[in-house]
């Protein structure tokens, strides 16, 4: 079974700053999708970025970037030029690789509360 | 473009009644997943549902079944609700189990509040 651990129940942040958001996670897997999702207020679950465990280079989404370190089975999220709009929960996400038979959910950390400050 | 949808979007049903959420995906995605989301927690994984037949069972309580028909749709129900029962319940839909790799599609969720 898979765990994903978010160490930072909640966060600050200044508008235009930037802000790391933390995730760790635990697998005997090597063939993995990993994922960070906002949730706003209006509690729509929405994918930030993606990253797939093979692929070295880190994911990068306009002012969304990870910093994915597959042998310290760390996936961090930084957010620049952070905007009120990131106000949001956001969940740190795991999924295994499809290789046939097998559960394949979505694995959630408990999420990182993000405020935005004007 | 087509999302997931989900009705009802509140729904409020006292203790010991039944409930059924549906949910659509969207167009062409064959899997769906349900998941529960209680206050101030993170989504927990119930049950899904790929090419109509049941592909994965979570901590989806025996009061609880679901199904998907032909069309795809599919639909939870929930009997001799519960207080604790309340809670976001959010359908995701995807093309293949793992949706190649792009994660889930959610939809806005069903806010289910038992009196």
């Known amino acids: 079974a898979q765990t994903v651990t978010q160490s930072q129940p909640e966060m600050s942040v200044q508008e235009a700053e930037t802000v790391t958001l933390s995730c760790t996670y635990d697998?005997?897997?090597?063939?993995?999708?990993l994922f960070w999702y906002k949730q706003p207020p209006s509690r729509q679950m929405i994918l930030v970025i993606r990253?797939?465990?093979?692929?070295?280079q880190n994911a990068t989404e306009n002012r969304f970037s990870v910093n994915f370190q597959k042998a310290a089975k760390s996936f961090s999220l930084k957010i620049s030029d952070s905007q009120l709009g990131d106000t949001a929960m956001y969940f740190c996400a795991f999924m295994k690789q499809y290789s046939g038979a097998g559960s394949y959910q979505l694995t959630f950390g408990k999420g990182t509360k993000l405020s935005v400050i004007p | 473009a087509a999302g997931v949808i989900q009705s009802p979007r509140h729904l409020i049903k006292e203790k010991r009644e039944t409930a059924t959420l549906k949910c659509y995906p969207i167009p062409r995605h064959d899997t769906v997943y349900w998941y529960q989301q209680g206050p101030g927690q993170d989504p927990q994984f119930l049950i899904s549902?790929?090419?109509?037949?049941?592909?994965d069972k979570g901590s989806i309580p025996d009061r609880f079944s679901a199904q998907q028909f032909s069309d795809y749709h599919s639909e939870l129900n929930m009997s001799s609700l519960e207080l604790g029962d309340s809670a976001l319940y959010f359908c995701?839909?995807?093309?293949?189990?793992?949706?190649?790799?792009?994660?889930?599609?959610f939809g806005s969720g069903t806010r289910l509040t038992v009196v």
């Open positions: 995701a839909s995807s093309l293949g189990r793992t949706g190649t790799g792009d994660g889930y599609t």
């Open positions: 990253q797939e465990a093979y692929k070295q």
């Open positions: 549902f790929y090419e109509k037949m049941q592909s």
């Open positions: 697998t005997s897997e090597s063939n993995y999708y």
